[in-house]
Antibody, heavy 118, light 108 residues
Framework: QVQLVQSGAEVKKPGASVKVSCKVS????????IHWVRQAPGKGLEWMGG????????MYAEKFQGRVTMTEDTSTDTAYMDLSSLRSEDTAVYYC???????????WGQGTMVTVSS | SYELTQPPSVSVSPGQTASITCSGD??????ACWYQQKPGQSPVLVIY???KRPSGIPERFSGSNSGNTATLTISGTQAMDEADYYC???????????FGTGTKVTVL
């Protein structure tokens, strides 16, 4: 059974960076396309970007371009999302999720709460 | 940028049918999928490629997509179906994924 296990909650000051990890369990990262979605408190889901395994290309939502970097360590089956220049509006739960062959996000991590506060 | 619009809330009585709409320009030309999210939990895929149900999703969940509107239908709604629901599609012109604004389903 494939699982995505994320790192724990983070508290950061404005202007800092945060790196959230997403470890693949029960499968291999190289066969998955990992994307990142965030959800601010009381708000909806927001796609941030992800890796297209078929095209070997990383896509970033326009809103986050220049501020987000998504990487992988295939030796440990772990994906990472690095968000810089944090501001209070970045306070949210960050999810990693896998885009399946069914053109949908079919597996989700448990979420990582990132709080940005001075 | 491409947008998907949903009604903020839908109320339904137990055993009745709930319909949740998702509107977007020429949405019928794209694949739509739907996610259920209960408080404090991660989203769960309930419909993909407009009409298909993943393994383990009850038959009372069904979907359709035509024109500018995709619809998620919950037949014989149960109390456990009370949740937020989000539609999602891929915008080929920008190569971006988009989520709908979300609908809170209340089972009265």
């Amino acid at each position: 059974q494939v699982q995505l296990v994320q790192s724990g909650a983070e508290v950061k000051k404005p202007g800092a960076s945060v790196k959230v990890s997403c470890k693949v369990s029960g499968y291999t990262l190289t066969k998955l396309s990992i994307h990142w979605v965030r959800q601010a408190p009381g708000k909806g889901l927001e796609w941030m970007g992800g890796f297209d395994r078929d095209n070997d290309d990383t896509m970033y939502a326009e809103k986050f371009q220049g501020r987000v970097t998504m990487t992988e360590d295939t030796s440990t089956d772990t994906a990472y999302m690095d968000l810089s220049s944090l501001r209070s509006e970045d306070t949210a739960v960050y999810y990693c999720t896998s885009m399946g062959a069914d053109d949908a996000f079919d597996i989700w991590g448990q979420g990582t709460m990132v709080t940005v506060s001075s | 940028s491409y947008e998907l619009t949903q009604p903020p809330s839908v109320s339904v009585s137990p055993g009745q049918t709930a319909s949740i709409t998702c509107s977007g320009d020429k949405l019928g030309n794209k694949y739509a999928c739907w996610y259920q999210q209960k408080p404090g939990q991660s989203p769960v895929l309930v419909i993909y490629q407009d009409t298909k149900r993943p393994s383990g999703i009850p038959e009372r969940f069904s979907g359709s997509n035509s024109g500018n509107t995709a619809t998620l239908t919950i037949s014989g709604t149960q109390a456990m179906d009370e949740a937020d629901y989000y539609c999602q599609a891929w915008d080929s012109s920008s190569d971006f994924y988009v989520f709908g604004t979300g609908t809170k389903v209340t089972v009265l």
